[in-house]
């Protein structure tokens, strides 16, 4: 296990290199990505597979292939080996050319869209947007631009019976993969899914062990769980089995093992270029006095707390607990404050990560090193709670850098 502090800029970084991995634009009735991230579907479809998916697997990543081929000659197209229509490819000085409603049709991309004022074909997938126009060699972003000449310039596309067709190697643009072989023309994709085989259980244990099936061709995924303001733990995986036979496909198994808080915890599992997981491990604690006071590594080399006692508060709607303690050893700031982070548990269907919800800030004055302030739950659930101080490090043009010192956890009854 490991605990990962990310300052503010790398914050902001971090956060948009994940959503940028992580767009999903649906087809159909399906999300489909030409070579990106998938939405989260439902579990049944894996529980209906061999005996290889284990008890023990908590998610499946899948990595499904599709080609379709169409038959030079015409009169014949296939999806994934089976019969479909689709129009002929053409050939022009010496040119082969791939109709564009076959392109949709198959599921290779989001949409095709036909402009005919603009005499113009927009084509949508999760790598790209762009628009070809009919006699134009160059092509087009979605504000009708032309892109740079170097990289965007194609034989141009054509208009044969009402159907749009563009260059075969203009599929590259979109991820895809294209070719001929066998008197037919082909192109090839994947769609990346993630099943949640058990997005709930509940344990009286402190630690969280489960696996996690993923394609072979997938990188290996690890798991994650947010214990405050940009801290993160993450859990170091081991690989417990190979070459997985399931589906007509490869799988690897990976163990995993998360720490768990008392109550309810988070854990997002993900792998580079997939849609993140979101699984939710009940701890219950027979013992709630038994439970201390979580103080980080930095936090104890400046801070005792003389109350609460416990880790694990057991409360009712209205009841007040007190925050006390003292600082050692400061460090070379000025600290006349503390702050306290009160976040509520609201499971959110879509982002794990936004389950706790900051529901108050309140700050503790520090006099002659000593704090304390009383805090009161006006609401039942599941609360986490911080104590956040100073941290030595610095980042230009952001002045002291947060950190939390403790943490604990309370369920509050109504």
Same mark, same amino acid.
């Given at each position: /296990?490991?605990?990962?502090?990310?300052?503010?800029?790398?914050?902001?970084?971090?956060?948009?290199?994940?959503?940028?991995?992580?767009?999903? =634009?649906?087809?159909?009735?399906?999300?489909?990505?030409?070579?990106?991230?998938?939405?989260?579907?439902?579990?049944?479809?894996?529980? %209906?597979?061999?005996?290889?998916?284990?008890?023990?697997?908590?998610?499946?990543?899948?990595?499904?292939?599709?080609?379709?081929?169409?038959?030079?000659?015409?009169?014949?197209?296939?999806?994934?080996?089976?019969?479909?229509?689709?129009?002929?490819?053409?050939?022009? *000085?010496?040119?082969?050319?791939?109709?564009?409603?076959?392109?949709?049709?198959?599921?290779?991309?989001?949409?095709?869209?036909?402009?005919?004022?603009? $005499?113009?074909?927009?084509?949508?997938?999760?790598?790209?947007?762009?628009?070809?126009?009919? &006699?134009? =060699? $160059?092509?087009?972003?979605?504000?009708?631009?032309?892109?740079?000449?170097? *990289?965007? %310039?194609?034989?141009?596309?054509?208009?044969?019976?009402?159907?749009?067709?563009?260059?075969?190697?203009?599929?590259?643009?979109?991820?895809?993969?294209?070719?001929?072989?066998?008197?037919?023309?082909?192109?090839?994709?994947?769609?990346?899914?993630?099943?949640?085989?058990?997005?709930?259980?509940?344990?009286?244990?402190?630690?969280?062990?489960?696996?996690?099936?993923?394609?072979?061709?997938?990188?290996?995924?690890?798991?994650?769980?947010? #214990?405050?303001?940009?801290?993160?733990?993450?859990?170091?995986?081991?690989?417990? &089995?190979?070459?997985?036979?399931?589906?007509?496909?490869?799988?690897? $198994?990976?163990?995993?093992? /998360?720490?768990?808080?008392?109550?309810?915890?988070?854990?997002?599992?993900?792998? #580079?270029? /997939?849609?993140?997981?979101?699984? $939710?491990?009940?701890?219950?604690?027979?013992?709630?006095?038994?439970?201390?006071? *979580?103080? %980080?590594?930095?936090?104890?080399?400046?801070?005792?707390?003389?109350?609460?006692?416990? &880790?694990? @508060?057991? @409360?009712?709607?209205?009841?007040?607990?007190?925050?006390?303690?003292?600082?050692?050893?400061?460090? *070379?700031?000025? =600290?006349?404050?503390?702050?306290? %982070? =009160?976040?509520?548990?609201?499971?959110?269907?879509?982002?794990?990560?936004?389950?706790?919800?900051?529901?108050?800030?309140?700050?503790?004055?520090?006099?002659?090193?000593?704090?304390?302030?009383?805090?009161?739950?006006?609401?039942?659930?599941?609360?986490?709670?911080?104590?956040?101080?100073?941290?030595?490090?610095?980042?230009?043009?952001?002045?002291?850098?947060?950190?939390?010192?403790?943490?604990?956890?309370?369920?509050?009854?109504?």
């Amino acid at each position: /296990m490991t605990v990962k502090k990310m300052p503010k800029p790398a914050v902001w970084l971090a956060a948009f290199a994940f959503l940028a991995a992580t767009v999903i =634009i649906p087809v159909r009735d399906v999300k489909i990505s030409a070579a990106g991230a998938e939405a989260v579907v439902p579990a049944a479809s894996a529980l %209906t597979a061999s005996g290889a998916v284990s008890s023990t697997d908590a998610v499946r990543l899948n990595l499904i292939k599709h080609e379709m081929r169409i038959n030079l000659s015409g009169g014949e197209a296939s999806l994934d080996g089976k019969a479909v229509k689709a129009a002929t490819p053409v050939k022009r *000085n010496g040119r082969l050319y791939v109709p564009l409603r076959a392109l949709g049709e198959s599921g290779a991309v989001s949409s095709v869209d036909w402009n005919s004022a603009k $005499r113009q074909v927009r084509v949508v997938s999760r790598r790209a947007e762009l628009n070809f126009r009919i &006699g134009s =060699i $160059r092509v087009y972003d979605r504000q009708g631009k032309a892109l740079p000449a170097e *990289n965007f %310039t194609i034989p141009a596309p054509l208009l044969v019976g009402g159907t749009a067709y563009v260059p075969v190697h203009a599929l590259a643009f979109f991820g895809l993969s294209a070719g001929t072989e066998n008197g037919q023309l082909f192109w090839r994709w994947s769609e990346k899914k993630t099943q949640v085989l058990q997005p709930y259980w509940e344990t009286g244990e402190d630690q969280a062990v489960f696996t996690v099936l993923y394609a072979k061709e997938l990188y290996a995924p690890g798991a994650g769980s947010p #214990i405050g303001s940009g801290v993160w733990f993450s859990s170091v995986g081991k690989i417990v &089995g190979k070459d997985i036979s399931l589906d007509g496909s490869l799988y690897n $198994r990976i163990q995993l093992s /998360m720490p768990l808080e008392p109550g309810i915890n988070p854990v997002e599992i993900s792998s #580079i270029g /997939m849609a993140a997981a979101g699984i $939710r491990i009940r701890r219950n604690v027979s013992d709630p006095s038994a439970i201390p006071v *979580n103080i %980080t590594e930095e936090g104890k080399e400046f801070l005792t707390l003389e109350s609460p006692a416990g &880790g694990y @508060l057991k @409360l009712k709607s209205g009841d007040s607990f007190t925050i006390s303690g003292k600082l050692i050893n400061p460090p *070379n700031l000025a =600290i006349n404050k503390l702050t306290v %982070t =009160i976040q509520r548990y609201v499971p959110d269907a879509r982002d794990i990560r936004k389950d706790f919800t900051t529901v108050s800030t309140k700050e503790i004055p520090v006099k002659n090193g000593m704090f304390s302030r009383s805090v009161t739950f006006s609401q039942s659930g599941s609360y986490r709670i911080y104590v956040n101080g100073l941290s030595y490090t610095t980042f230009l043009g952001y002045g002291p850098d947060s950190v939390t010192w403790a943490n604990l956890s309370a369920e509050v009854a109504e």
